[in-house]
């Protein structure tokens, strides 16, 4: 008997294993489709975070399920194969295939009351789902063309601005919302939403983190604007359109994300030097 129910769970697990695998794709795969290679990176880190998390605690897991949760959980797993292939609009819900996806298979595997088990699982879907939701941000347009324009009067250029247009002499752009930094600053905060729940940190650089990350999108971006407007100024259209929309819109996400885990660095190098003076003492 006891051998007949070892192998029921471990076909259990292979099962939820290939339904969860078929869903990663899946996921992946409309996000392929959007055409955002930053968007397509994070998904990756955020799917192998997500597993990593749930292999360290696959032994404590209890994987039973009833019928009723079985049958919610199958429904949501088979409403992401029909928007994906499919590919149609059903409203909110095609915002929202990574934590669907997570509850289906949740809720098959270990029911409603399984739930609480991933927390921190359905949490990082739910926040990968908000990325969805960029466009009911307020618009910061100003404030970068702000600080563009800041940026280039104190390194010596003459420059004016009236509202989102900066203007040098020889020419001149306009900062649209597209162009103002949101979609490096949701990046950050992505990367500072895995490194909390992957490192044990304080409090209060909990709170501090999320601050920092806008901080350095927002600065970063605002460089990026400035050197553009010098572009056009300078009537160079194929390095304006590479810094624009190119690959080296990318580098300036890269150099973004590469400050913010310098910072993350510093914190973890502060508290283990605190957790051995502490020790020591």
């Known amino acids: 008997m006891q051998n007949i129910l070892g192998t029921s769970l471990k076909n259990a697990e292979l099962w939820l294993l290939g339904i969860g695998g078929s869903l990663i794709a899946i996921n992946l795969t409309m996000v392929i489709r959007k055409d955002e290679p930053t968007d397509l990176y994070i998904n990756v880190l955020f799917m192998f975070v997500i597993y990593s998390l749930l292999k360290e605690k696959k032994q404590k897991l209890n994987l039973e399920s009833g019928f009723f949760s079985s049958l919610i959980g199958v429904f949501l797993i088979s409403l992401i194969f029909i928007i994906s292939l499919l590919q149609i609009n059903i409203g909110i819900l095609s915002l929202l295939p990574p934590l669907i996806s997570g509850f289906g298979i949740a809720l098959l595997a270990s029911g409603y009351r399984g739930l609480k088990q991933y927390y921190k699982e359905l ?75 992957m490192f044990d940190i304080k409090s209060q650089q909990k ?75």
């Open 207 to 281: 709170f501090i983190l999320p601050i920092v990350a806008i901080m350095i999108g927002f600065i970063v971006n605002g460089f990026r604007v400035a050197l553009m407007a010098i572009l056009v100024a300078q009537g160079d259209r194929q390095a304006f359109e590479y810094w624009h929309e190119g690959d080296g819109s990318l580098l300036f996400s890269m150099i973004a994300s590469l400050f913010l885990c310098l910072f993350c660095w510093f914190l973890l190098s502060s508290n283990e030097k605190e957790s051995k003076n502490n020790t020591n003492y």
């Open 123 to 197: 949490s990082l879907l739910g926040f990968l789902c908000l990325r969805n939701f960029i466009f009911l941000l307020p618009d910061i347009s100003i404030l970068t063309a702000k600080l563009s324009g800041a940026i280039l009067w104190y390194t010596g250029f003459k420059v004016t601005r009236s509202g989102i247009i900066i203007s040098l002499p020889t020419g001149s752009i306009e900062v649209y919302s597209g162009c103002a930094g949101l979609d490096i600053i949701i990046d950050l905060l992505s990367l500072v939403v895995l490194f909390v729940f």
